[in-house]
């Protein structure tokens, strides 16, 4: 006589592999969506780090320095 086990042994692990591989999609596709976010806002436009250089070298002037000092010299 064979002892009922009950359902396919086998179904059990099919059903097992499929959920974590739907998991494992479902997370590429969430990293997926992260990074084209974020490559989006880097394409976004001209960064203020860009237009406001904040290196302290004394061969590099801030862009603001240079319009407070324009727009000075033009008042007076």
């Not at 086990?5 to 992260?34: F, I, Q, T």
């Amino acid at each position: 006589m064979i002892p009922v086990a009950g359902a396919d042994p086998n179904k059990e692990r099919e059903r097992l592999v499929r959920e974590a591989e739907e998991n494992n999609r479902v997370a590429m596709r969430r990293e997926a969506a992260r990074q084209k976010t974020r490559e989006r806002q880097m394409r976004k436009g001209i960064s203020a780090d860009y237009l406001e250089d904040n290196e302290d070298d004394e061969n590099s002037y801030s862009l603001n320095a240079i319009k407070v000092h324009h727009s000075n010299s033009f008042n007076n």
